[in-house]
């Protein structure tokens, strides 16, 4: 399980996790789940067709879900914002869908950009996800205190002078940001459990934020390694381990939320 | 003629097929997507159409029915989104997101079994991005049947439907069991959602549901308005997305044509684009129009 060709795959997970702990941490405060969910759809149509002009994949993730991330931010302005995500999410898969169908190769290639392949990362593939991760944390760091205030008392951050649409704008890049690197590895569908699944757990076990964000990175580090020892163990799918993983962790969540003083859950 | 239809097209046993059962399921999804985008429900409707996914691909494996497993996996995620909580409008994202990713991981699963241990080709295409060329003429009576009963379902909770989702306390005074609609049109949404599946491929009948219905609430002032327009959306993108894709097989070289569902969400994108400037200036005319969302609801 830690052999050679292994490792790549492990550091990567954990990066991964790190950054989808912060990012989602972020995503489940702020009620963002459904453009969570679309941009990494976007990034799948940018894979594939950096995949048929053969350039780096990378370049096409990253045109393609900031082009999106920008996309929705510009025509949620007018308009219902959930119609206009759902819109944008599947006109992008459709995208990718028309790439694939030109494109020789076929099933592996839909299926890999998918639901992830976290076991054949290369060497190579490790310096772009480490540079994009850093950014991403900094981002987020440096966003902190902005991010916080407009998620949870939108009336504080507006007397402070804060503008709600930029700070939502920036934390949308930092999205795309966060699914260019974690596409090719846990892929377009999968990554969003991620963020999803662990920081919804962590806020029904801590209020604070601070502590419920390293909670929530420590809770994706825990689903994801597991997720890499039972697919290797099994064989199946990593993604399908993730998404069981995580929503098991979300049960858990709820289930000691509920338990604890007997009061609502915290959610949103 | 020849240049906007190329030779055959209606001639076609499979074009048959696909043009009517395009146009049926597009105009339930049209239906149903009107309440869908009224309600704000686009999240709720798009995470069906993962759950139908899953059913899909674990329908492939038992070499069941593909419909059924669309329509049976639907139904049991609109059961258990209910369950977790989407009617409070508080944390519905996150109830949504949590089926949703626990639908998508089965799929991946369900899908590497397809393609691995049976040996067949072409699953995920399918399953995913629809292949409404193939449809197997004997699915018409099960999907005009399943549609019709979508139909009548909407048709009968349509007054409690529009009430409670404009307000929810006005329609609890009046007696309206909230919980029983909502759930109610849960389950229309999957059968819909399900039915377009078949269509259009399940990931993409997301665009055959919320778009037809986004773009005719923006020109219209009734409920009645509304749903024809989106009906008549969906069934001209829908056909125009057939009768483009039996083309696009002349147009390159290699003879790979496009895939119908990429036609069919480009139209409807498009239509989109287009009615954002166009309601602009019918608004300007003076012609009257839904209220537009507000920044703050818009933002949530």
């Known amino acids: 399980m830690f052999a050679s060709f292994m490792v790549n795959a492990w550091l990567i997970a954990t990066i991964v996790a790190v950054v989808a702990g912060v990012v989602g941490f972020f995503v489940v405060l702020r009620g963002s789940a459904f453009p969570a969910h679309a941009i990494p759809n976007g990034a799948f149509a940018g894979a594939a067709g950096a995949n048929l002009i053969g350039v780096n994949p990378l370049i096409g993730l990253g045109v393609f879900s900031l082009g999106a991330a920008l996309g929705i931010a510009r025509l949620s302005r007018r308009g219902r914002a959930d119609a206009v995500t759902a819109l944008a999410l599947v006109m992008m898969l459709a ?59 939108p009336e504080i951050a507006a007397a402070r002078g804060l503008r709600p649409e ?90 000691f939320a509920a338990r604890r003083l007997r009061r609502p859950v915290p959610v949103a | 003629m020849h240049l906007v239809i190329e030779p055959g097209f209606f001639s076609s046993g499979p074009v048959g097929t696909a ?20 309600r704000g429900q686009s999240f709720a409707g798009h995470a069906l159409t993962d759950v139908a996914t899953t059913g899909g691909s674990g329908a492939f494996y ?58 067949t ?45 404009f307000s929810s306390e006005l329609a609890a005074a009046k007696g309206i069991g909230l919980r029983r609609v909502g759930l109610l049109f849960m389950l229309a949404l999957a059968v819909a959602v399900g039915l377009s599946s078949i269509a259009i491929g399940s990931v993409l009948s997301t665009a055959l549901l919320i778009g037809p219905a986004a773009t005719a609430i923006r020109f219209s002032t009734s409920l009645r308005s509304a749903v024809i327009v989106a009906g008549v959306i969906g069934v001209l ?27 069919i969400v480009a139209l409807v994108f498009l239509a989109y684009l287009v009615s954002g400037p166009l309601s602009a200036r019918s608004a300007r005319r003076g012609a009257l129009r839904a209220p537009r969302p507000s920044r703050v609801e818009a933002g949530t």
């Open chain 1, 95 to 153: 995208l990718g869908a028309a790439f694939l169908s030109q494109s020789t190769e076929y099933e592996p290639a839909i299926f890999s950009l998918l639901f992830g392949e976290i076991l054949g990362v290369s060497s190579g593939q490790i310096l772009p996800v480490v540079i994009l991760g850093v950014v991403c944390v900094l981002a987020v760091a440096l966003l902190y205190r902005r991010l916080l205030l407009t998620s949870v008392v």
């Open chain 1, 166 to 255: 930029r700070v939502e704008v920036a934390f949308l890049v930092v999205l795309a940001c966060a699914t260019t690197m974690t596409v090719p590895v846990v892929g377009a569908l999968l990554i969003f459990t991620l963020m999803i699944g662990p920081p919804a757990a962590a806020r029904c076990f801590v209020d604070r934020p601070g502590p419920a964000l390293v909670l929530s990175v420590v809770l994706a580090l825990v689903t994801v390694w597991a997720a890499i020892a039972c697919s290797y163990r099994t064989n199946w799918p990593v993604g399908f381990y993730v998404s069981a993983f995580s929503a098991l962790v979300y049960g858990v969540g709820r289930a």
């Open chain 2, 19 to 38: 043009l009517v059962i395009g146009a049926v399921t597009a105009v339930v999804s049209a239906v149903v997507g009107v309440f869908t985008v009224v």
């Open chain 2, 62 to 119: 038992f070499g069941v029915s593909p419909l059924l497993g669309f329509l049976g996996a639907g139904v049991v995620g609109a059961g258990a989104m209910d369950l977790i909580g989407v009617q409070r409008m508080r944390g519905r994202d996150l109830a949504t997101g949590i089926v949703l990713g626990l639908a998508t991981g089965l799929a991946a699963l369900f899908l590497f079994l397809d393609t691995t241990s049976r040996a």
């Open chain 2, 121 to 165: 080709t072409g699953a995920t295409q399918q399953i995913l991005f629809g292949s409404i060329f193939t449809l197997d003429p004997s699915t018409i009576p099960l999907v005009v049947v399943m549609s019709l009963a979508t139909l009548v379902v909407i048709a009968v909770i349509r007054r409690p439907l529009l009430l409670s989702s």
């Open chain 2, 237 to 263: 993108s829908t056909w125009l997305g057939v009768l483009l894709a039996y083309d696009s097989f002349y147009w390159f070289p290699s003879s790979q044509g496009l895939p119908v569902s990429f036609f």
